[in-house]
């Protein structure tokens, strides 16, 4: 698959997907969802990619919602295929994947943005960095996940509150309420994404994807995220790499996953 919207590098086991949409502020439309579904598709199928970084091209916007003009005169019926169509190709994809994705968040993330970030599993940004969820103000509410996935990280009031004010807020007060796992300064945030997911490239790929899926159970109303925990934790014992792992420990050598 082409992709015209993005821009695809690996550096190590990290693949880079650039949203390229700069004098768009990187907004998402159709092609770029489409692109996204078909490029993390390939990121998660790829043994040698270990993380993924999702970010934005230039350094004033990760992706500054969604664009409206391709939604502008829909009806009801079209706007349910609308979400129901993102949340399936690429926000539950981010949200469900077995390897971790990142949100580098080098410039405001707001609407469809700020969803885009929440379906990832960290995120970190700039100081100069705004997030928001400004959708009624359109007379809309959050469709892809933005009213599930904010909630689960701050909880309901402060949910609430960004939701229906739909104010934005910087950096530091979402590192604050706990939106964004680290800000960091502009020129070196590729490569703190960099860092954090060669740390987890290090570890086992097995028992990754297994937390991922517990902790993901835990979010989920229709299981018992401990009965998941404890089904994961036990399919780990019959692994290469918990064998590996062990066998590192007790031979005080670093493990090779």
């Known amino acids: ?32 969802l489409a692109e996204l579904h078909g490029a993390l598709t390939k990121a998660l199928a790829d043994s040698q990619v270990r993380g993924i970084v999702l970010t934005g091209a230039g350094e004033k916007a990760f992706v500054a919602g969604a664009d409206i003009a391709e939604f502008a005169a829909f009806d009801a019926a079209q706007g349910q295929r609308l ?29 469809g943005g700020l969803e885009l970030a929440l379906a990832c599993h960290l995120r970190i940004a700039v100081p100069n960095a705004r997030l928001g969820l400004p959708e009624v103000t359109l007379g809309l509410i959050p469709g892809y996940g933005g009213t599930q996935r904010l909630t689960q990280l701050v909880g309901r009031g402060r949910a609430l509150e960004l939701i229906l004010t739909a104010d934005m807020i910087t950096a ?70 918990f064998a590996e792992g062990v066998s590192a420990f007790l031979a005080k050598r670093k493990p090779n996953f």
């Open 172 to 241: 530091e007060r979402a590192l604050e309420y706990g939106l964004v796992n680290a800000v960091v300064d502009q020129p070196v945030l590729l490569q703190k994404a960099l860092e954090i997911l060669q740390t987890i490239a290090s570890r086992s790929p097995n028992a990754v994807a297994a937390a991922i899926r517990a902790v993901n159970a835990g979010l989920d109303p229709s299981k018992n995220g401990f009965e998941v925990e404890i089904e994961e934790f036990s399919k780990c014992f019959g692994t290469a790499d």
């Open 83 to 111: 979400a129901s169509d993102g949340h399936r190709n690429v926000f539950d994809l981010i949200h469900h994947a077995g390897k971790p994705i990142l949100a580098a968040i080098n410039g405001y993330a707001l609407g």
């Open 1 to 32: 698959m082409a992709f015209h919207q993005l821009l695809i590098r690996d550096e190590q086991s990290v693949r880079f997907i650039t949203i390229n949409r700069e004098e768009k502020l990187n907004a998402l439309n159709q092609t770029i």
